[in-house]
């Protein structure tokens, strides 16, 4: 089977009818770290990227681009340009046709609004739709109410969330191993 993926530096902009999102590079430096420089962002993360720590946030999201590892967005609200936060593709996994949907974060102003659902799925169709992926997971830390409540996410996105992991390895012929 030929890698149905592109290298995490030939991803697209892909853009909705309220965000743009747009392959992380350089310009979008300032602009996040502006946004990014309130310690409510990262109260439910692995790491920070607030003040003095938001340039080893960036460089590492650089790093892992890099690597293949990581495909990470800048979003930009359409109305005025702002630059509101980012999301990304994460552990990539062409040979079983998955990846996830994580390291997201927004300033506190746009949380609840339509802005994470569309970054959402603007993210799952172009994995669905042109890269051909089988799933898609999303790992959220446990304390962060926002991100846990099912009934929201399943209603904003129009789908069913479930924690079926195994279903997503590709067996020898190809296809999934359990349906």
């Known amino acids: 089977m030929s890698n149905p993926f592109p290298h995490a530096t030939e991803f697209p902009v892909l853009t909705g009818q309220w965000v743009r999102l747009e392959p992380l590079d350089e310009t979008h430096r300032e602009p996040l770290r502006v946004a990014a420089d309130d310690e409510r962002i990262w109260a439910h993360t692995l790491s920070s990227g607030s ?29 005025d340009d702002a630059i509101l936060g980012s999301t990304s593709y994460l552990d990539l996994g062409p040979q ?19 802005i994470n659902p569309e970054c959402k799925l603007l993210l799952l169709a172009y994995a669905f739709e042109t890269i051909g992926v089988n799933r898609v997971s999303f790992h959220t830390d446990a304390r962060n109410d926002r991100s846990q409540d099912h009934r929201f996410i399943e209603g904003a996105l129009g789908c069913s969330l479930r924690d079926r992991s195994v279903e997503h390895p590709i067996g020898p012929g190809g296809e999934p191993s359990r349906k």
């Open 96 to 114: 079983h046709r998955r990846l996830e949907i994580g390291s997201t974060w927004y300033v506190p102003a746009v949380w609840g609004t339509e």
């Open 51 to 79: 003040g003095a720590r938001f340039d080893g946030w960036f460089g590492d999201a650089f790093a892992e681009r890099d690597a293949g590892r990581r495909v990470p967005y800048a979003v930009r609200r359409l109305a």
